[in-house]
């Protein structure tokens, strides 16, 4: 006799049984388990983390209404049209679950306050540019050290003073004139190609020095290329994934360091050869010492060199290129900018230029690039990793972040409020002039180069960097739009840029 509920031998079903309903019933109880573990992991625990106080946590997505689903499948498309549709519907503090994570975002001035102003201890870079270390090599920036980081930011913002900025403005003028004689008396190319090509010989003669710049600029500029193809979505979640572009940008960054050990041994073996005037920022980084007695390796330096060449390399090209545009695109500006540039250079409009000049007599340029980043901005999200709960006030709320969460600001969003910016999508240099000054309107409105503790250093080179290069090519230039309309941007970048025809047709000034 058998007991009812169990098998001839006496076993449950599905303990032992070899029949076929209690295959199958084992099989669905674990496929139930594991439905419940990801539904408990992915779905319920990233919405009701954080208890009465935490964000609003978004729930639902136009794109699926599926949970997880949506979101992920929505951001993926567009995540700077995802966040303004949260900020609309969510106010300006919303959570946003994406699989076990839950990205925590900050939209406006008020709430993006502790975001620029909490130490490292609560909103760390480290956990969440871990991705760059296949990149710039180990113990650099986010890898390093808190004091060896230190060491190494305070080095690179000593070779990014203004008394060095003053002798960069002639070697990029240099490097401009040479570069654009090979355009001709006129004819017509691809703005965001040239400009990109130009700013990487400007950068290198400033931050690599004569002898680099002279004699292994080629090498150098392909060896970044394969650095910078290296660098893709999926390198965030999996940034030793066995790529194709992976296994490149590894072995771009051994022959750099090969590279560059080499350049370095032959400036400490031959000190009375002038390898270089001095002033560039290899030369800086070479002399650096930690803290604890110890020299820098040459590893080290060409990782820092790596680091200002990626941090400066996007930025000024696709600022140069946003800002030329967009002044193209508007005559009246553009008149007004060659007025400028005439009244600042008078009767010799092929003068030299001075810092002096790019630093003060060029407001109207200099307002056209902080407007070009105002709409246009590299990075289009920024992050940090909440090492402690973090408050937040915003909108008459008070939230309290969870620790462990994503926090993001977008620069995108932030700087396209009409309440902080009128007619915000408009081409508007006048906003920031004096008697308007809206990126005064609050210490967080503006985050061209981000903003607080943490904003760039590098903003200052690049303003130089930027304007002298433009000032030099609407003078020498007489240029117009092959397009009728601006480019879109290309979302789908990691680091955006323009994304269309940025041709132009140029004839040299008589």
């Known amino acids: 006799m058998t007991i009812p509920g169990t098998t001839t031998s006496g076993m449950p079903f599905g303990f032992g049984s070899s029949t076929g309903p209690s295959d199958n019933l084992l099989i669905g109880l674990t496929c139930l388990a594991i439905f419940s573990l990801f539904y408990a992991f992915f779905v319920v625990r990233p ?3 954080g ?9 639902s997505s136009p794109v699926s209404s599926l949970p997880v689903v949506g979101t992920i499948v929505e951001f993926g498309k567009s995540p700077v049209k995802m966040v ?5 519907d969510y106010g300006p503090v919303f959570t946003v679950p994406f699989f076990h994570k839950r990205l925590t975002f900050l939209i406006g001035p008020e709430a993006q306050e502790p975001f620029f102003k909490a130490p490292d201890e609560v909103l760390s870079q480290n956990e969440v540019y871990g991705f760059m270390k296949p990149v710039f090599g180990p113990g650099i920036v986010y890898d390093a050290s808190k004091k060896n980081r230190q060491v190494q930011f305070q080095s690179m913002a000593n070779g990014l003073r203004t008394a060095r900025l003053k002798g960069y403005t002639a070697k990029i003028e240099r490097e401009t004139r040479q570069y654009l004689e090979s355009w001709g008396e ?22 690599h020095g004569d002898d680099v710049r002279e004699n292994l600029f080629k090498e150098v500029s392909e060896l970044y290329h394969d650095l910078d193809q290296g660098l893709t ?21 051994a022959k750099m360091v090969e590279l560059f050990s ?7 073996d031959n000190p009375d050869v002038q390898h270089s005037d001095g002033t560039d920022i290899l030369s800086i980084f070479m002399d650096v010492k930690y803290k604890d007695g110890s020299n820098i390796t040459d590893e080290q330096v060409t990782g ?3 680091a200002l060449l990626f941090a400066g390399q996007h930025t000024s090209c696709i600022t140069s290129t946003w800002t030329s545009l967009f002044i193209l695109n508007n005559p009246a500006i553009l008149k007004r900018i060659i007025a400028e540039q005439n009244d600042v250079f008078g009767s010799q409009p092929d003068a030299d230029v001075d810092y002096k000049m790019v630093n003060e007599d060029m407001p109207l340029l200099h307002n056209s690039m902080k407007e070009a980043l105002r709409l246009c901005p590299p990075l289009i999200l920024l992050i940090r990793y909440a090492l402690k709960d973090v408050k937040v006030k915003a909108a008459g709320k008070d939230y309290t972040i969870p620790k462990g969460d994503m926090v993001l600001i977008s620069p995108s969003v932030g700087m396209r409020i009409p309440e902080v910016f009128k007619e915000p999508n408009t081409f508007d240099p006048d906003r920031f002039g004096p008697d308007r000054e809206e990126d005064k309107s609050s210490p967080f409105a503006y985050m061209g180069f981000g903003g607080g503790m943490h904003s760039c250093m590098g903003q200052n080179f690049a303003f130089v960097q930027v304007k002298t290069i433009l000032s030099v090519l609407f003078r020498e230039f007489e240029l117009e739009m092959v397009s009728e309309t601006m480019p879109d941007i290309d979302y ?13 047709r140029y004839k040299r000034r008589q």
């Open 47 to 49: 919405r009701t983390k």
């Open 262 to 268: 080499k350049v370095i041994k032959n400036r400490r």
């Open 492 to 504: 789908e970048a990691m680091v955006v840029g323009p994304k269309g025809d940025c041709r132009v």
């Open 233 to 253: 979505p999926l390198t965030v979640f999996f940034p030793n994934a066995p790529t194709k572009s992976h296994m490149k940008r590894n072995a771009a960054r």
């Open 84 to 88: 303004q549709r949260c900020y609309e």
């Open 51 to 59: 208890g009465p106080h935490a964000p609003p946590v978004v729930t």
């Open 304 to 306: 820092l060199l790596i």
């Open 186 to 207: 006129s004819g017509e190319l691809d703005l965001f190609h040239a400009l990109s090509e130009l700013t990487i010989l400007t950068a290198s003669r400033c931050l």
